[in-house]
T-cell receptor
């Protein structure tokens, strides 16, 4: 079945450093979504990418969808302690409703 | 907009009892709801897809007789964990989407229900 892997599993950075998580799907996706889950919380939708090669920005966050629509990345510039949490990508195959969540990347930011 | 609620947020029960979790879309009609389970420090695993007025579609390895799903209205889906055992202890999260479920649909997640079976 479809698998969505993320690397790294865990990253610990100092406040102000940049952070990137990479998402790779075993199958071509119709779209990809990114979520953030704070410790003890539930996933919160961040963004959806649909087009091949698409790049979207939200303040310090930059999201990219690969040309082949099988991979994606989330880059955070100048991390802040409020960025702490686990970031999940979630992909959807063409014609299917369900989202397949990636393995997640847990980010810890030290002040 | 697009608020999804879950009730209860926490439940502790004895082994062998059944637990019902409600998922409601508060300000939109959800033609499709999804139920996920998340173990500590792991990703969300889809359990089943629930369409209003029809039987749920369960993912491989999920026992439909153990995890009963009912989606009787466009704003409410319920998950009943029957004869719960300690290994069923987990974080159960629902999500809801409206519309036709096409490629552009966003899933809105509920706050989750933490189940502890003693």
């Amino acid at each position: 079945g479809q698998q969505v892997m993320q690397i790294p599993q865990y990253q610990h950075v100092q406040e102000g450093e940049d952070f990137t998580t990479y998402c790779n799907s075993s199958t071509t996706l119709s779209n990809i979504q990114w979520y953030k889950q704070r410790p003890g919380g539930h996933p919160v939708f961040l963004i959806q990418l649909v087009k091949s090669g698409e790049v979207k920005k939200q303040k310090r966050l930059t999201f990219q969808f690969g040309e082949a629509k099988k991979n994606s990345s989330l880059h955070i510039t100048a991390t802040q302690t409020t960025d702490v949490g686990t970031y999940f990508c979630a992909g959807r195959n063409t014609g299917f409703q369900k989202l397949v969540f990636g393995t997640g990347t847990r980010l810890l930011v030290s002040p | 907009g697009a608020v999804v609620s879950q009730h209860p947020s926490w439940v502790i029960c004895k082994s062998g009892t059944s637990v019902k979790i409600e998922c409601r879309s508060l300000d939109f009609q959800a033609t499709t709801m999804f139920w996920y389970r998340q173990f500590p420090k792991q990703s969300l695993m889809l359990m089943a897809t629930s369409n209003e007025g029809s039987k749920a579609t369960y993912e491989q390895g999920v026992e439909k007789d153990k995890f009963l799903i009912n989606h009787a209205s466009l704003t409410l889906s319920t998950l009943t964990v029957t004869s719960a055992h300690p290994e069923d202890s987990s974080f159960y999260i629902c999500s809801a989407e409206g519309g036709s479920g096409g490629a552009g649909e966003t899933q809105y997640f509920g706050p989750g229900t933490r189940l502890l079976v003693l």
